[in-house]
């Protein structure tokens, strides 16, 4: 047991039971007892007895000296908060509140299987949708190497979707038909899908989070009001950025605008790395005026349909605003009737680099001339 190191500090218990010869603090009969040997080691036995018989009968600690460097700690039990109506105990997530008030949660089980979707649409010449094809009819390359479809699948699958809706000044002859169209791609919708909405004039504005209430959307669409420049990349970069919250893997935006871009922040070709990055198929509607005088809005059409056809959507171009309502209905149709093959790659290099696709059809006899709108690659993982 560890000494005290204070020699002047005394024992909690009663003085007559210790003697100590030093102590100048004690009475002098106590000093005169602890000169004689044979009464020292007589007055030291009987303090022994008495000190073990009081400790068995009175249970009193100040008999047993005790080491402040000797800590006893009984662990405080924690009160598990209950239900105040039956008094059952409360299930708790395994969830860490931090200081900040942020949540650290337990890390998720990644799981990698290396299979790459690739959703393809097929038209005729007509501009028309063709259904009915098998797996046999596809032949998919990476780079120049044949790949083995693995999955095929041709049924309608719940969708992301996303409206990015021009309302900038020029829209102003054509707003309430770019309304209509919305609600006319809406009626196309799935019951499972899940929405949101952009707007943009002179910056994009996002004016409704995911939802799976068509209503929602439309009551929130009627305050669009046309003003001021157009901000079109900018739209685009946050409505790609927003995908990154979809809860399904088929993920599309629909482009409704009347023009160039005059207004962002974002050049070209950063936005077409971006759509290259993400797994979402853009799909547009350009009003264009065929004898615009600003050069942004001569180039719109052909930015329109760059961007889309990089992503495996495309651009519908249309010279009256009356043909809006049919073309968003159109739009809707075609992502319910898309194949998608799925395929793992017969080489898996995780270096971030990108990869080439390439949708090669084997039609059956007699169709006139196919046209195939897939994605064009992705990005290879890096770790």
């Given at each position: 047991?560890?000494?005290?190191?204070?020699?002047?500090?005394?024992?909690?218990?009663?003085?007559?039971l210790f003697c100590r010869d030093t102590d100048s603090s004690w009475s002098p009969t106590w000093a005169g007892l602890c000169t004689n040997p044979a009464v020292k080691h007589s007055y030291r036995l009987g303090v022994a007895v008495l000190a073990i018989c009081a400790w068995m009968n009175l249970g009193a600690p100040c008999f047993a000296q005790t080491d402040v460097n000797d800590v006893h700690v009984q662990p405080r039990e924690i009160?598990?908060?209950?239900?105040?109506?039956?008094?059952?105990?409360?299930?708790?997530?395994?969830?860490?509140?931090t200081p900040a008030g942020m949540n650290a949660h337990v890390r998720p089980l990644k799981v990698d299987v290396d299979l790459v979707l690739v959703p393809v649409t097929i038209t005729d010449p007509m501009n028309r949708l063709v259904t009915g094809l098998e797996k046999e009819n596809f032949q998919l390359f990476e780079g120049n190497s044949a790949q083995e479809i693995r999955t095929f699948s041709s049924e309608d699958a719940p969708v992301s979707l996303g409206v990015i809706f021009d309302s900038s000044g020029s829209m102003s002859s054509k707003m309430d038909r770019a309304k209509d169209a919305v609600v006319e791609f809406f009626k196309t919708a799935n019951p499972q899908d899940e929405f949101f909405m952009i707007t943009f004039s002179d910056e994009p504005e996002e004016v409704s989070d995911f939802t799976s209430s068509v209503d929602e959307i439309q009551n929130k669409l009627v305050f669009a009001v046309p003003r001021?420049?157009?901000?079109?990349?900018d739209a685009i970069y946050m409505g790609v950025t927003k995908m990154r919250q979809a809860k399904y893997p088929k993920k599309a935006l629909l482009i409704i605008s009347d023009g160039g871009d005059n207004h962002s922040r974002y050049t070209e070709n950063e936005i077409r790395s971006v759509v290259k990055e993400a797994d979402v198929m853009i799909y547009a509607i350009g009003i264009y005026d065929r004898y615009a005088s600003a050069m942004e809005e001569r180039l719109g059409p052909q930015l329109l349909s760059d961007i889309t056809e990089l992503s495996g959507g495309r651009?519908?171009?249309?010279?009256?605003?009356?043909?809006?309502?049919?073309?968003?209905t159109k739009?809707?149709?075609?992502?319910?009737?898309q194949y998608v093959l799925g395929y793992r790659p017969n080489k898996v290099v995780r270096d971030g680099k990108?990869?080439?696709?390439?949708?090669k059809l084997l039609p059956p006899k007699g169709l006139p001339p196919l046209r195939v709108y897939a994605r064009t690659g992705y990005y290879a993982p890096v770790e």
């Open positions: 047991m560890a000494r005290l190191k204070d020699e002047g500090r005394r024992s909690p218990c009663p003085e007559a009160e598990k908060p209950t239900n105040a109506a039956d008094k059952t105990p409360i299930k708790t997530d395994l969830v860490a509140s001021k420049r157009t901000a079109l990349l651009a519908f171009t249309i010279d009256n605003p009356n043909d809006l309502a049919d073309v968003a739009i809707g149709i075609e992502l319910r009737n990108w990869r080439k696709i390439k949708v």
